[in-house]
């Protein structure tokens, strides 16, 4: 198996799939979220190939990209036989991106540090300046609002209503964003996490300060 070469068709397979999305999925977010996986995969001794390859897969099998669960996993797999990616590898990274995907029954606990490692990159590029670009403009694809003083988070409904209704990107700080941080699995996690919760933070005083004009 050469790991080099299946890392390039990788990348390229998930640039074909992903470059034209707008709803938060796109190539970059992934590029992104491969260089923080690698980072941390470094220092915690992980499988480097293993967290390259979830990290690069990990938005394909998404529900918001494909008509079925089934479907979307289906496209992963027979990438990855069509790459001639070895069954032990194929098993470990459907292992990570169906357990991060799929969040029915709140967020199962990655099983793996590979998993655990790019769950946290996935949370880390929702967070800081890129997660508030990526709020905004996910906000703005959505035809949402920035803020409204009485749109308060609701917190009782199910998880269809959950994903139809009306909200607001400042909401969305309240209802994820700032919830992150103490979600990071890993040290290295933890610690970035810490200064892009902060920043955000910051971001929201000021957004308030200068929606009252005082
Ligand atoms: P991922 O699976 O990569 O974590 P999501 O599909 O949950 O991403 O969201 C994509 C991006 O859009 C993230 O930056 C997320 O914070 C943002 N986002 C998701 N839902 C909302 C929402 N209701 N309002 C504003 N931003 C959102
Ligand atoms: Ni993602």
């Known amino acids: 198996m050469d790991k080099e070469s ?4 990788t990348k390229s397979f998930v ?6 999305d707008a709803t938060g999925h796109d190539w970059w977010h992934i590029y992104r979220v491969t260089n923080i996986a690698k980072k941390i995969a470094v220092i915690e001794n992980a499988d480097m190939f293993l967290c390259e390859m979830a990290a690069l897969l990990h938005d394909i099998a998404d ?5 079925t669960e089934e479907e979307g ?3 992963v797999k027979d990438f990855l036989s069509s790459a001639n990616v070895n069954e032990v590898y194929v098993s470990r990274i459907m292992e990570i991106i169906t357990t991060m995907s799929f969040k029915g029954g709140g967020n199962p606990p990655m099983k793996t540090l590979e998993g655990m490692i790019v769950q946290d ?5 929702a967070m800081g300046a890129i997660g508030i670009a990526r709020t905004f403009a996910y906000t703005g694809a959505k035809n ?3 803020y409204h003083p009485d749109m308060d988070p ?3 409904l199910d998880k269809e209503q959950y994903r139809n209704r009306k909200s607001t990107a400042i909401n969305h700080f309240y209802e994820k964003l700032f919830k992150l941080k103490d979600l990071m699995n890993t040290d290295m996690g933890k610690e970035m996490a810490e200064s892009r919760h902060q920043f955000m933070k910051e971001y929201i005083v000021t957004f ?3 929606w009252e004009m005082n």
């Open 144 to 146: 949402q609002l920035i």
């Open 15 to 20: 640039y074909q799939q992903l470059h034209d």
């Open 121 to 125: 990159a996935d949370r880390l590029d």
């Open 208 to 210: 308030f300060i200068e």
């Open 154 to 156: 609701v917190e009782k």
């Open 73 to 75: 996993i289906k496209k």
């Open 63 to 67: 529900e918001k990209l494909n008509s």
């Open 6 to 9: 299946i890392i390039l068709q």
